[in-house]
């Protein structure tokens, strides 16, 4: 089960930390996603991070302004997003994957969160 937290209302410029709490994983053994869908849109991938923590990527639209890590101790998931903007209005999602190999396509992700709303303003 995924948990996601964090999310809600903040002007164009200011921050939010979203959280993703697992029970029943093991984060350093799966890849971990965060994913969002916009007023209208598709759903799509904004960042991933390797299992153990190391390599992350991110979509060209959160990069240099979204931080993904993870606490292996507390089965925990973040996203730090800093100079939020109106168009990363969105439910976010987190997901977890079984596959040995990362990506953004959501058909690799078979576990997900129920999401958090954030909104930008």
């Known amino acids: 089960q995924l948990v996601e937290s964090g999310g809600g209302s903040v002007q164009a410029g200011g921050s939010l930390r979203l959280s993703c709490a697992a029970s029943?994983?093991?984060?350093?053994?799966?890849?971990m996603g965060w994913f969002r869908q916009g007023p209208g849109k598709e759903r799509e991938g904004v960042a991933y991070?390797?299992?153990?923590?190391?390599?992350?990527y991110y979509a060209d639209s959160v990069k240099g302004r979204f931080t993904i890590s993870q606490d292996n101790a507390k089965n925990t998931l973040y996203l730090q997003m800093n100079s939020l903007k109106p168009e990363d209005t969105g439910m976010y999602y987190c997901?977890?994957?079984?596959?040995?190999?990362?990506?953004?396509?959501?058909?690799?992700?078979?576990?997900w969160g129920q999401g958090t709303q954030v909104t930008v303003s």
């Open positions: 029943g994983y093991t984060y350093r053994y799966y890849c």
């Open positions: 997901a977890a994957s079984l596959r040995p190999s990362c990506d953004l396509r959501e058909s690799k992700y078979a576990y």
């Open positions: 991070i390797r299992p153990g923590g190391g390599t992350t």
